[in-house]
């Protein structure tokens, strides 16, 4: 039997989504077709306004639906350090830490040569432009410990040291509840070269 094309348009729609493959666009698809009218209309609708209304914070590039992202408008927050990340959902992962009480800056993305993007194509500029101010004394680079994150890490870095500023970068290591026979050997090392005194 063929599919009706309505809920194959819709079946397609959703795998495009990431981390949603064929079959799972299917269930979700006949779920939505399942739900009650205004549920739909509602998820429609929630979609459609979170893409119109969601725009990206003019100081620090994280998402916000108001004039500035909530980390920007907090007065509470320390305005000396800077923590560095690829986009925003590495801002909400360092939120939920809740032990870090500065400010973000988003680059929207690392330096891939393989893939075409250089230092011109993400946020380095901007973020160049906020140092400038001289209120900053420490940027935390906090890009993930891939190749493409480490270039990145190493290219601000290089940027910034000879204005003053303190450049650090997160520590990369073992995971709690792992188990060092199973970890390879560059997480190893850096695990050992960022221990810490007790």
Request: with cysteine.
């Amino acid at each position: 039997m063929a599919e009706i094309e309505a809920i194959a348009r819709l079946v397609n729609q959703l795998s495009k989504l990431p981390g949603v493959g064929r079959k799972t666009a299917q269930r979700l698809a006949y779920h939505i077709i399942g739900l009650p009218e205004e549920q739909v209309r509602e998820l429609a609708a929630a979609i459609f306004n979170g893409k119109k209304q969601v725009h990206f914070c003019p100081v620090c590039g994280n998402y916000t639906d108001g004039e500035l992202c909530a980390v920007c408008a907090d007065p509470d927050r320390r305005r000396d350090i800077v923590c560095v990340v690829r986009d925003p959902r590495d801002v909400n992962a360092m939120e939920r830490m809740r032990d870090y009480n500065g400010l973000y800056h988003v680059l929207h993305g690392v330096i891939s040569p393989m893939d075409g993007v250089g230092p011109d194509d993400i946020r380095i500029r901007e973020l160049m432009t906020r140092l400038a101010s001289g209120e900053i004394e420490e940027v935390v680079l906090a890009t993930n410990p891939d190749v493409e994150g480490e270039a990145t890490a190493a290219y601000i870095s290089r940027l910034i040291k000879p204005m003053g500023v303190r450049v650090t970068r997160i520590a990369h290591g073992v995971p709690v509840g792992g188990e060092l026979e199973y970890t390879d050997e560059v997480t190893l090392m850096r695990a050992f070269r960022g221990r810490i005194e007790l």
